[in-house]
């Protein structure tokens, strides 16, 4: 059997995250470690890190076929796991949009202390009265790159509901401080193969690592990192995603989704120092609420892999462009 066609058969990629890593001639490399690395169901010390958190990570897609990022908690445990195949999350925290058998999520473990992650992908196959369970289809642990050490502390806050907002001064900033943030992406056959599905990413970087182009378009740079291109994958394959910013210290959330695209640095009219590449987002609809995470964060430390001092700079063919 040709060698391409070996790694097709056994690769846990779609044709999208295939072709980006095609382009950027790690195919074969990546293939090597990742065909083992991603799994149909959880090591058993990622069951008891999942079990163990506080707050956790989701990705899901409305019904109009947009991707959103999105923050839950509760006390540790309040994330099962029954076996090694299985997640069960408590309805309450599940977006209106997941609750449903045959719903496709993705889900990202961080404890921010320490800078480890684990990220699933599953399939909703059961919604009781209480819970929603998720059969996983794809497992595997991150490294720590570009990850910003806090400590959350307990807090008692009153959240209200998701509401419909505008990019207003304040969200603008919340951005454009951001050292954080959460993007959640989808292939397009969700729900014929267990490559195509939801997932949901960490991005980390200095103060002013996401840049507004215009009133309502980001650009963003994508560093070096586990060579899959989750994100990149699904965004080349359906040009869509969503974000999601948290303020460390009011629990403020802001989502933003809207059309995606790749920018390549030959394409970009931007440098911005270790960026491999670029993601735009034209943002369409922005969700908020207010003091809604129950904790407040005590920095530890920035993390080690990130440029010192990177900073935006015009490249050569847009001069002095602001």
């Given amino acids: 059997m040709p060698v391409d066609e070996v790694k097709d058969v056994f690769s846990p990629f779609h044709d999208s995250e295939l072709a980006i890593q095609e382009r950027l001639g790690v195919r074969e490399k990546v293939h090597k470690y990742a ?34 990022a999105h923050m839950i908690w509760g006390d540790p445990g309040f994330i099962r796991s029954p ?102 992406s989808a292939a397009s056959r969700l729900g014929v193969d267990v490559r195509h599905g939801v997932d949901v990413s960490h991005r980390g970087g200095a103060p002013s690592f996401v840049k507004f182009l215009d009133d309502s378009t980001l650009l963003f740079p994508d560093f070096s990192g586990n060579r899959h291109f989750n994100t990149l994958g699904n965004i080349h394959d359906t040009g869509r995603a969503g974000l999601l910013f948290v303020d460390f210290t009011t629990g403020d959330l802001l989502q933003v989704s809207g ?53 935006w700079t015009p490249t050569p063919a847009q001069g002095t462009a602001s």
């Fill in 35 to 68: 065909s083992k690395m991603v799994r149909p169901y959880m090591p058993d010390q990622h069951r008891a890190f999942f079990e163990g958190l506080s707050y956790f990570f989701l990705g899901t897609v409305d019904a109009e076929g947009m991707p959103w």
């Fill in 83 to 184: 076996d090694a195949e299985t997640l069960v999350l408590p309805l309450a925290c599940v977006p209106p949009e997941a609750r449903h058998v045959g719903a496709e999520v993705g889900g990202l473990g961080l404890l921010l202390e320490n800078r480890r992650r684990n990220r699933v992908n599953g399939r909703v196959v059961r919604v009781s009265d209480d819970s929603v369970t998720l059969q996983i289809t794809q497992s595997f642990g991150n490294c720590p790159q570009y990850i910003q050490a806090r400590v959350p502390e307990p807090v008692a806050r009153k959240s209200g509901e998701w509401q419909e907002a505008t990019l207003s001064t304040r969200y603008r900033h919340m951005i454009e401080t951001a050292d954080t943030f959460f993007i959640a």
């Fill in 259 to 311: 059309a995606a695209a790749i920018v390549w640095p030959e394409d970009s009219p931007y440098a911005y120092e270790g960026a491999e590449r670029f993601v735009r987002v034209s943002i369409d609809k922005v969700k908020a609420t207010s003091a809604a995470v129950p904790f407040i964060w005590r920095f530890l430390g920035v993390s080690p892999r990130l440029p010192a001092g990177a900073v």
